[in-house]
């Protein structure tokens, strides 16, 4: 089974994909985090091979073709957790910065990027029970998927999320900051030419703007239940 959770920046579906994740574990999900995907891609583009943010909107094949290569860029999904190796290194923590988030913006607009992702992530769902968030999961990457989930919030509610979570890393961002900083990512992600962020025609819409995130877990985690007692009853 797959289970799809779109939605733009700091709407909460990566904590609630890996929530979700380690509440059905038993029954031997796992989660696919996406966005982790297309942040080391970035991040090795400009730290190996010096690519500059402008030279990100097209990355050379030669490039992508070295880095996809077996064993260079390795996904782990620990209990909890979520891992990416690059030449053998946990470069995890590196990922979740305001240079990173905007460079995998970037280069995820390019055709050749998503496509290269697009196949990491066919690899590494297959055969096995998954929940994938991301942007294009419910669209592009797993349109047959049992269970598509769309999570959004207000600006504002995203915003602040977004100022708390750069906080939690060291990096102090105005309100006004965090409000441009989300505002321009929703741009980019919604009017790109190639998987823009828009719903699945048959995603479940859920806004958590006045929900906790245990809230949005418990919603979520019923529908599942309620959709599928039969298959999860069989695990």
Known sequence: ??????????????????????????????????????????????????????ALVAPGEDALEALLQKGRLEYRFDVGAARILFDGKDITSLLKTEEVDRISSISSANAAVRAAVYCLQQ????????????????????????????????????????????????????????????TMRDERDRTRKISPLLPAEDAILVDNSNWSIEETITYMAAIVRDRYPDFLAKK
Do not use: C
């Not at 038993?26 to 190996?48: I, K, S």
């Not at 029970?129 to 769309?150: C, E, H, S, Y």
């Open 123 to 182: 690899q590494i769902a297959t055969g096995a029970d998954i929940i994938a968030d991301g942007r294009d999961t419910g669209t592009v990457v797993f349109p047959n998927a049992q269970i598509k989930f769309f999570l959004t919030a207000s600006v504002e509610e995203r915003a602040f999320r977004w100022r708390t979570n750069q906080a939690r890393q060291g990096n102090m961002v105005s309100e006004d900051e965090a409000i441009t900083a989300v």
């Open 1 to 54: 089974m797959i289970i799809t959770i779109d939605g733009p920046v700091a709407s909460g579906k990566s904590t609630v994909a890996q929530a979700l994740a380690h509440e059905f574990h038993e029954f031997g999900f796992y989660y696919l985090y996406t966005g982790l995907l297309y942040r080391a891609l970035a991040y090795a583009l400009v730290t190996a091979y010096g690519y500059s943010e402008e």
